[in-house]
């Protein structure tokens, strides 16, 4: 039976998407602060990366599987790659947001003397020319590096997904083990490319936001995070085509393990999140204590709420093997864990972009919910494309009989 979406779920898309236009308009036009084109532009690019990072950290799944040879995830393929096609889309509107941040003023204000916008400092050469910390770091911070460091990230992304794609539906034709070992041979080589681009994008995409702080272990702190709200798509889109009958070979043991990987991501994001945070705590070296000291004064709530989302509801909800295997719990953890993980995308671009004048409200909630809508019809579209289920693996046998 192939996957067609249902007018059911049009509907639920595209009111979400309506909805949550709906929204971000009454909000600007409530919004008559001097920072509300600046709270646009940072809303966009929060956005844009959550569901980019989403779709990346499927595509770094992937090539895990096809590199480590797993078996258990070949049920499950197809959902990865839908949630990896979301790459395509999400790196257009990404660099778009890029290029309208690099060919206008971002969203730039002055309030009381303290700068808002320019949301990449460094693109604005008078800001560089009067900040000598941040004219130190040139050439690392120039729009030269940023936009070519950029396009090769962009294409190594597309090139990989492309490719894996192209193999896995011509492996449902052809069958037998070379277009197998090829995946494995190209996973290979693109976990090591990921390994290190994972990082160093989100040095020039966030962490550059924030250019007088750095942190070595930045890079990995957003990658756990990318894996993890990809690993809880893959959950959502897993039970939901269940619910529709599909996916019959996908059973309480693939579930499960999909559970034990968010149970495992939270604990990882929760340690890269304290081993970061502590290490400035204990120097408390004034000129880098002032990211967190920032935003314990002007986001306390939103700082702290967030982490406690991401680590305590996770480990309390999800340490037992019943919890891995019950539908209600993990739906409702895995929309409590979507939230959470676009709460710390807020913390990591607001407090830079916009100083004390950062806030949740109905700019913020309605360019989530469209993203959502834009996010979900672009997955399940690509679902349809082909069979929810690969033809001709060679461990398909093996991940039928999965049981743990």
């Known amino acids: 039976m192939e996957f067609q979406i249902s007018a059911k779920a049009k509907k639920v898309i595209f009111g979400l ?101 320019h949301i990449y400092q460094y693109f604005d050469s008078e800001i560089v020319n009067h900040d000598k910390i941040i004219a130190n770091k040139a050439p690392f911070l120039t729009k030269g590096f940023f936009w070519g460091a950029t396009v090769v990230y962009m294409a190594i992304y597309y090139m990989f997904y492309l490719g894996f794609r192209k193999r896995s539906l011509r492996e449902d034709i052809e069958g037998g083990t070379k277009i197998h070992f090829k995946n494995f041979a190209k996973a290979a080589f693109f976990l090591v490319l990921f390994g290190y681009t994972s990082s160093t994008l989100t040095w020039h995409w966030l962490m550059s936001i924030d250019p007088h702080w750095f942190s070595t272990l930045y890079g990995w702190y957003v990658f756990s995070g990318m894996w993890l709200t990809a690993m809880v798509s893959i959950m959502l889109l897993v039970l939901y085509l269940k619910s529709l009958g599909h996916l019959q070979v996908v059973n309480n043991s693939h579930i499960h393990d999909i559970g034990k990987w968010i149970f495992a991501l939270s604990f990882l994001w929760s340690y890269l999140f304290f081993s970061q945070f502590m290490l400035y705590w204990y120097a408390n070296i004034g000129e880098e204590v002032i990211y967190y000291r ?54 990591l671009v607001t407090p830079g972009s916009m100083g004390e004048y950062g806030h949740i409200g109905l700019v913020e909630i ?30 398909l046998d093996e991940s039928k009989h999965h049981d743990i």
């Open 17 to 117: 998407v309506g909805v949550g236009l709906a929204l971000f308009f009454i909000g600007i036009f409530l919004d008559d602060s001097d920072q509300s084109k600046t709270r646009i532009f940072s809303n966009l690019l929060i956005n844009g990366l959550f569901f980019l990072f989403i779709s990346l950290g499927a595509l770094f799944f992937l090539a895990l599987q096809y590199a480590t040879e797993t078996g258990w995830s070949v049920a499950i393929k197809r959902v990865v790659e839908g949630v990896a096609s979301y790459v395509l889309l999400g790196g257009a509107i990404v660099v778009a947001i890029f290029l309208v941040l690099t060919f206008t003023d971002g969203g730039y204000t002055e309030i009381h003397g303290h700068h808002l916008g």
């Open 294 to 347: 920032f935003r314990f004064d002007n986001y306390k709530y939103i700082f702290w709420g967030m982490f406690a989302i991401n680590f305590i509801i996770p480990m309390l909800i999800l340490m037992s093997r019943e919890a891995k295997r019950n539908i209600g719990i993990l739906v409702t953890v895995c929309f409590i864990i979507i939230l959470g993980h676009w709460a710390d995308m807020f913390m």
């Open 366 to 395: 309605g360019l989530f919910l469209f993203f959502a809508g834009v996010f979900a019809y672009w997955v399940l579209n690509t679902l349809t494309k082909a069979p929810l289920v690969p033809k001709n693996h060679p461990y």
